[in-house]
Structure formats: structure tokens, C-alpha cells
């Protein structure tokens, strides 16, 4: 079997965790606890508060919005 290279938002995950200093899934459930909001609502609100970059946010909150989280 060969490993197939990670693809969409979750390709940014091993450079969020390391650049922040957080598991993906502290930031999915941040996300969560400020639902229901609009996606760039999200994006702000991780960009603002968190100092995440633009890129890094969007693929958390589409990343975690696709999941079924909402």
C-alpha cells in the first residue's frame, strides 16, 4: 500500500499544530463552541483572537464545519 499525500484543509494541519502550539483538535473545538456562526464569522474570530493566519483558520473552520460539526 502507498501512502497517499494528504489533500485539502487538513494538508495545513502539521504546520498549525506546530506553529501554534496546539492540537488540531483544541482549535476544532474552538471552533465548535462558537457555533452556530457563519464561516468567515470563524475565520475571524481565530485570525483576531488567536493570531492564527488566514489560511491556517479557514482550513480549521472548513475542515471542522465539513465534518458535521454544526
Given amino acids: ?5 494528504i489533500k485539502g484543509p487538513a494538508s495545513y494541519f502539521p504546520s498549525i499544530e506546530k506553529k501554534y502550539g ?3 483538535a483544541h482549535w476544532q473545538e474552538l471552533v465548535r463552541s462558537h ?14 483572537d488567536h ?3 488566514h489560511g491556517h483558520a479557514n482550513a480549521v473552520v472548513a475542515y471542522t464545519l465539513a465534518a458535521g460539526s454544526g
Fill in 1 to 5: 500500500m502507498t501512502d497517499q499525500p
Fill in 22 to 24: 496546539k492540537p488540531i
Fill in 35 to 48: 457555533l452556530p456562526a457563519k464561516h468567515m464569522d470563524l475565520v475571524a474570530m481565530l485570525k483576531n
Fill in 51 to 53: 493570531g492564527m493566519g
